[in-house]
């Protein structure tokens, strides 16, 4: 594995970091914003992508991709990262629709469907987990009836991230109530115009995840991924896409959230305490590993291998790095952490109450090691 970059990965990373630059010239820092003008931005970032040509950098030219590897994708995400760049809107669109439906899609689909997300026509969310399921996703009861030319639908589902700006849904169904739990599964690509969606408020007091109402929802045969009945494996690409195309970012975030533990502590004499030393000695071990486990991941996708179980323990390292690095920066500014009489005291509560998502949302921290004792240490499953 080599941590350098290559003569032309280096002339693409100042291509893409001279565009990003330009591109953010009138873009504010999102952090102090509230979410409706983050998500205003998020929309026109998304906008700048898909007319600069920033959309499926690693997608085939023949539907409409740039033809590069994945490696070029990860350093164009790497440096909006860097230059605190919004979340596009469309961000599960691009990071995982599009792939999954390059993975599994027929001709049909892929005519259909890659070309929107390219020009960020229709923004996409993910409809996986339900009420009551826990992190069990293949205990999902949301049902799908054959009828003539399709399917009726029925169910809801919960934690739904932008599902009030989408269009389109990657929806988890169970198409056969008599199958093993995880083959009556099916993958459909609905029409989010017929769901009922209700935002869930966050702790934070934003609204970004939802609860979605599938009532009597129609979805045509030709909008089954992968085939009835094989919505499970296509779902665990989705999932894998999902752990896997932020990879570089992650290790950004991991270090962004150290380095404030380094600046709060100096401002505030705590680097004299050893004790305070030693917890950001083994925040910055851990987000170092975020760094290289992210290089790996990088590095087997380029060499052909498709994102398997091993972006289970990135994301669970990477989560765990920077609720603890947001948990000490509250500890450390003393009572204006919890008072938040001060700009900086607010930012940083803020920060740490958004971070507690992080083992919950993209698959729980139950489910990343789940995944880890079954497929990696070949342990019996624990349900």
Same mark, same amino acid.
């Given at each position: 594995?080599?941590?350098?970059? /290559?003569?032309?990965?280096?002339?693409?990373?100042?291509?893409?970091?001279?565009?990003?630059?330009?591109?953010?010239?009138?873009?504010?820092?999102?952090?102090?914003?509230?979410?409706?003008?983050?998500?205003?931005?998020?929309?026109?970032?998304?906008?700048?992508?898909? %007319?600069?040509?920033?959309?499926?950098?690693?997608?085939?030219?023949?539907? $409409?991709?740039? $033809?590069?590897?994945?490696?070029?994708?990860?350093?164009?995400?790497?440096?909006?990262?860097?230059?605190?760049?919004?979340?596009?809107?469309?961000?599960?669109?691009?990071?995982? +629709? !599009?792939?999954?439906?390059?993975?599994?899609?027929?001709?049909?689909?892929?005519?259909?469907?890659?070309?929107?997300?390219?020009? $960020?026509?229709?923004?996409?969310?993910?409809?996986? /987990?339900?009420?009551?399921?826990?992190?069990?996703?293949? /205990?999902?009861?949301?049902?799908?009836?054959?009828?003539?030319?399709?399917?009726?639908?029925? !169910?809801?589902?919960?934690?739904? /991230?932008?599902?009030?700006?989408?269009?389109?849904?990657? @929806? @988890?169904?169970?198409?056969?109530?008599e199958a093993g739990k995880h083959a009556g599964i099916s993958y459909l690509l609905a029409d989010m115009d017929q769901f009922k969606v209700s935002s869930l408020v966050m702790i934070n007091g934003d609204t970004e995840f939802n609860e979605m109402f599938i009532d009597d929802v129609f979805v045509a045969d030709e909008?089954?991924?992968? $085939?009835?009945?094989?919505?499970?494996?296509?779902?665990?690409?989705? @999932?894998?896409?999902?752990?896997?195309?932020?990879?570089?970012?992650?290790?950004?975030?991991?270090?962004?959230?150290?380095?404030?533990?380094?600046?709060?502590?100096?401002?505030?004499?705590?680097?004299?305490?050893?004790?305070?030393?030693?917890?950001?000695?083994?925040?910055?071990?851990? %987000?170092?590993?975020?760094?290289?486990?992210?290089?790996?991941?990088?590095?087997?996708?380029?060499?052909?291998?498709?994102?398997?179980?091993?972006?289970?323990? @990135?994301?669970?390292?990477?989560?765990?790095?920077?609720?603890?690095?947001?948990?000490?920066?509250?500890?450390?500014?003393?009572?204006?952490?919890?008072?938040?009489?001060?700009?900086? +005291?607010?930012?940083?509560?803020?920060?740490?109450?958004?971070?507690?998502?992080?083992?919950?949302?993209?698959?729980?921290?139950?489910?990343?090691?789940?995944?880890?004792?079954?497929?990696?240490?070949?342990?019996?499953?624990?349900?």
């Open positions: 594995m080599d941590f350098e970059d /290559s003569a032309d990965e280096l002339r693409f990373r100042a291509e893409a970091a001279e565009w990003i630059t330009a591109a953010m010239a009138d873009i504010p820092d999102q952090e102090p914003l509230p979410q409706a003008e983050r998500e205003e931005w998020s929309r026109l970032w998304q906008d700048r992508l898909s %007319a600069g040509g920033w959309v499926g950098l690693s997608w085939p030219k023949e539907v $409409g991709g740039r $033809g590069m590897d994945a490696l070029a994708q990860a350093i164009f995400n790497e440096e909006c990262a860097k230059a605190g760049a919004p979340y596009p809107l469309n961000g599960v669109g691009m990071m995982l +629709a !599009g792939p999954t439906i390059l993975t599994h899609g027929d001709d049909a689909q892929k005519a259909r469907y890659l070309p929107p997300i390219l020009a $960020g026509q229709e923004y996409w969310c993910q409809g996986f /987990s339900e009420p009551g399921s826990g992190s069990d996703l293949a /205990s999902l009861r949301t049902s799908a009836k054959k009828v003539d030319g399709g399917w009726i639908v029925n !169910g809801s589902k919960i934690w739904t /991230s932008n599902a009030h700006h989408a269009t389109k849904c990657m @929806l @988890l169904v169970r198409t056969d109530a909008d089954v991924l992968g $085939g009835i009945g094989n919505g499970w494996p296509v779902a665990l690409t989705t @999932l894998a896409f999902e752990r896997g195309s932020m990879a570089l970012n992650l290790w950004v975030w991991a270090r962004e959230a150290v380095d404030r533990i380094i600046e709060i502590a100096l401002e505030t004499g705590a680097i004299d305490d050893p004790a305070v030393v030693d917890q950001i000695g083994a925040l910055h071990c851990d %987000a170092e590993a975020v760094r290289v486990g992210s290089m790996r991941m990088v590095g087997e996708t380029r060499a052909g291998a498709a994102p398997g179980p091993e972006t289970s323990a @990135l994301k669970s390292l990477w989560a765990g790095v920077v609720q603890n690095a947001n948990r000490l920066a509250v500890q450390l500014d003393g009572t204006s952490g919890v008072l938040l009489d001060t700009e900086g +005291a607010a930012a940083r509560m803020r920060r740490y109450l958004r971070a507690r998502a992080h083992t919950i949302e993209g698959g729980s921290e139950e489910v990343q090691k789940s995944i880890l004792a079954e497929r990696v240490l070949d342990l019996p499953r624990s349900r």
